[in-house]
């Protein structure tokens, strides 16, 4: 056997579990609107969220990342705005992940996310 549970287990976030159901209101981010800015306050505390959990992995279902608008055109805009958010904040957090890694000398199997690495003063929640 000799592997970790992270090994056999690949552990994730679900984002509308965790970030976008029924006790959305309990997080002290939430400011009770469905806005932009809502939506990516949310996406910045997921990185958050994993970084703290030690979890490398996301996960989302089809539109829970952004916020509806007006015309379809809005939502769509809303959504790759979003969208660029999180590829941006992916990258970092990896990259932030693999340097801590190599800098404590990690070689190990698993994720572990970027525990110990200073965020971005624009990635704050």
Not at 30 to 38: F, Q, R, V, Y
Not at 42 to 64: I, P, Q, S, T
Not at 96 to 111: D, E, L, R, S, T
Request: with cysteine; net charge positive.
């Amino acid at each position: 056997m000799g592997k970790n549970m992270k090994d056999w287990l690949r552990f994730s976030v679900a984002f509308w579990h965790t970030f976008r159901g029924t006790r959305g209101e309990m997080w002290p981010w939430e400011d009770g609107t469905n806005s932009l800015a809502m939506a990516k306050r949310r996406m910045r505390a997921n990185f958050e969220f994993l970084e703290k959990l030690g979890v490398d992995r996301w996960c989302f279902r089809d539109r829970d990342i952004a916020t509806d608008a007006e015309t379809l055109e809005e939502t769509k805009a809303n959504l790759d705005e979003v969208v660029a958010l999180a590829k941006e904040l992916q990258a970092w957090f990896f990259e932030a992940a693999v340097g801590y890694k190599k800098k404590i000398g990690f070689n190990g199997g698993g994720g572990g996310g970027g525990r110990g690495v200073v965020k971005p003063a624009d990635a704050s929640v």
